[in-house]
Nanobody
Framework: VQLQASGGGLVQPGGSLRLSCAAS????????MGWFRQTPGKEREFVAA???????????HYSDSVKGRFTISRDTAKTTMYLQMNSLKPEDTAIYYC??????????????????????WGQGTLVTVSS
């Protein structure tokens, strides 16, 4: 199973980017999946996640710092996950990692934002927000 993140780049403050995460060897059809980010000298932090049991669209979750600006989604084939980032700020500059789990089961609410809940990680894509 591999996750391939793409879509990062340089954008001005207030701009938008859409990150993609393509999955090979599995689909995003059930369980939990999402995005974390990391800046130099800091620990990886939760950004957004989708949590579902295979039927329906599931529930979405966001960190307070991106709520209202970022949107996580999947394509209908459930092989690609997206992170639409609007109204970007310099503090959004980071390497963004897509994540998921081998287990197809939903996560309990308290575990969705935990790094240790996810055992499949993509390689990361760099987002730089600067004028």
């Amino acid at each position: 199973v591999q996750l391939q993140a793409s879509g990062g780049g340089l954008v001005q403050p207030g701009g938008s980017l859409r990150l993609s995460c393509a999955a090979s060897g599995r689909t995003f059809s059930s369980g939990a999946m999402g995005w974390f980010r990391q800046t130099p000298g800091k620990e990886r932090e939760f950004v957004a996640a989708i949590n579902h049991s295979g039927g329906g669209s599931g529930t979405t979750h966001y960190s307070d710092s991106v709520k209202g600006r970022f949107t996580i989604s999947r394509d209908t084939a459930k092989t690609t996950m997206y992170l639409q980032m609007n109204s970007l700020k310099p503090e959004d500059t980071a390497i963004y990692y897509c994540v998921t789990r081998r287990s197809p089961n939903r996560l309990v609410q308290s575990a969705i934002r935990s790094i240790s809940s996810y055992d499949l990680w993509g390689q990361g894509t760099l987002v730089t927000v600067s004028s």
